[in-house]
């Protein structure tokens, strides 16, 4: 099991600035993912964050407007950058031990841009 | 993106009543998974049932899933207010040279006291 401890919880900012978010695990752990979850929706797949290689990111999410660090097998951030109104949600890193393994999710970082 | 439909998007029933929803998924699979989240709150990890699996219980959960259709249900027996909540599907693959973690969109179960 992993217990991940994601900060901020939540913020407010204003628009054209970023934000990082920190995702630090209490084991170390390879696979790593982040999530953006919109009011009422489901969590979509941003990107994954393997330790020892680049991002992988998803169709329609890029680098330059989510950078990510993956620095060890603890920790990593997702940067949202330039923040608009329509950034604004719940962000959600994972950790994954493998397949035939649950994944755990930290409590989110609750975004809103004004 | 999303690997996974779900339905139905919202479902209402009475409490002791059963709610069944429903997955698919477009890609193979090595496992699926199941979880709860309830208004604004964390993800709750309930079921895994691997891809060799057909069916599989969890106290008041029932899980199946054909893998030959893509698809897994989700029952939900004698249902109480509690469970009034967001039903996710999740899905592990190896695509494009890495794995993946992806949900499905999501049943609203709400239970009427």
């Known amino acids: 099991s992993a217990v991940i401890s994601q900060k901020p919880s939540r913020d407010i900012c204003q628009r054209g600035t970023s934000l990082t978010i920190q995702c630090q695990v209490d084991?170390?752990?390879?696979?790593m993912f982040w999530y953006r979850q919109q009011p009422g929706q489901s969590l979509t797949l941003i990107a994954t964050?393997?330790?020892?290689?680049?991002?992988?990111?998803e169709s329609g999410f890029v680098i330059d407007k989510f950078p990510i660090s993956r620095p060890n097998l603890t920790f990593s951030t997702l940067t949202v950058s330039n923040m608009s109104p329509e950034d604004s949600s719940i962000y959600l890193c994972?950790?994954?031990?493998?397949?035939?393994?649950?994944?755990?999710f930290g409590q989110g970082t609750r975004l809103t841009v004004v | 993106s999303q690997q996974g439909e779900e339905d139905p998007q919202a479902l209402s029933i009475q409490e002791g009543e059963n709610a069944t929803m429903n997955c698919s998924y477009k890609?193979?699979?090595?496992?699926l998974q199941w979880y709860r989240q309830n208004s604004g709150r964390g993800l709750v990890h309930l079921i895994l049932?691997?891809?060799?699996?057909r069916e599989k219980h969890s106290g008041r959960l029932r899980v199946t899933l054909d893998t030959s259709k893509k698809s897994s249900s989700l029952l939900i027996t004698a249902s109480r207010a509690a469970d009034t909540a967001s039903y996710f599907c999740?899905?592990?693959?190896?695509?494009?040279?890495?794995?993946?973690?992806?949900f499905g969109t999501g049943t609203r179960l709400k239970v009427l006291a």
């Open positions: 994972s950790v994954w031990f493998g397949p035939n393994t649950e994944a755990f």
């Open positions: 084991s170390q752990v390879t696979m």
């Open positions: 964050a393997n330790q020892g290689s680049e991002a992988t990111y």
């Open positions: 890609t193979s699979i090595n496992n």
């Open positions: 049932i691997r891809s060799n699996e």
């Open positions: 999740a899905t592990d693959a190896f695509t494009s040279g890495t794995y993946k973690y992806i």
